[in-house]
Every structure is written in C-alpha cells, then in structure tokens.
C-alpha cells in the first residue's frame, strides 16, 4: 500500500545511505497502525511500514490509506474499546493500584483478609528476614477500593523484585548502616 511521501522518504533515506538503484516501485506494506492524532481536524495514522524499522514511522493521512481501512477500523475499534476503560489509579511509583474482587463480608472477617501482592499494592516492608538463602519481607499493604485495609503478609524477595523494585530498593537502602 503506497503513499507519494512514503515513497520520496523511503527513496531520500535510500540514496542517502548508498542504497539507491534507481528503481522504485513505490509500493509499501502497511504491517501495522501504531498511533492516531488529529492535524488540524483531520485524524493522521501512525504507520509501521513492512521490512522498515520503527524509527521509519510515517504519519500518514485517512486518504493515503484507502487500501488497508480494514487495519483503519480494527484500530478505531480497538481506540473505542480502550476509551471504555476506567483508568487504574496509580501509586507514588505509577503503579497500577490493583483493587480486590468486592465481596460481601462482615467487618470481622474483613480485618482479618491478609495482603496478597496478586490483588494488593504493597506500600512499605516492615521487616525482612533470611530463610534458606532468600530473603521474605513482610509488606505492608495500601487500602482496597472497597475500603478494606489488610493485614501484613510475608512475600519472597524475587516476587517483589519483578514488579515493585524501588521498594525494595528503598528497604535495602534504609537497612545500610555505616
């Protein structure tokens, strides 16, 4: 699927690095739609052209893409979808705040629901110990959205490390002593 501007970017960026043989074709494959905005009125596409690297991006016009509207409305569809979506809150770090599945409970068993870091958002480790080589932190978690604050729960290192690793950063830090 082809573009004018497309082809005389392709060609400049050819004969710049030596690649030019004279023959062009003019027609490129469109691999994907990778962003949206709007120039002027007028939306403009984003576009991850076949066999080119991403730093070879065009932004191309409605117009220009009259051969592939079928990737032009999956990715309207998919922009519509998304716009559906509520967005997570984020913690101090940017975090998604993760939320537990709301579930009728009295307020006992709610005070005794323990930190899971699969639902919950860890704010602080308490405490850290050495257990057959690894190193377990009890965390300290942030409140639910439904307004359930739980309990401390043990979590091995290598857990926290993938997805909160400035906290235990920042743990590690505040236990150096000098």
Known sequence: MSTRRAAKYKRNRDEQ?????GVYDEKFEVECILD???????????????GYPLSECTWEPLAHLSQVMDLVDAYEEVRKLEAEIPEA??????????S???????????SKVMGKLEVDTPVGILAGRLETGRVICK????RRLDGTLPLPSEVHSDEIKEEFPELLL???ESQLKF
């Open 100 to 110: 537990a599945v709301v579930m009728k409970e009295t307020s006992a068993e709610t």
């Open 36 to 50: 949206r905005k709007l120039l002027g009125n007028r939306p403009v596409y984003k576009i991850k052209w076949v």
């Open 89 to 98: 809150p984020l913690d101090e770090f940017g975090h998604p705040i993760r």
């Open 17 to 21: 690095l030596g690649q030019h043989d």
């Open 170 to 172: 920042d743990f590690y």
């Open 139 to 142: 965390l300290e978690w942030a």
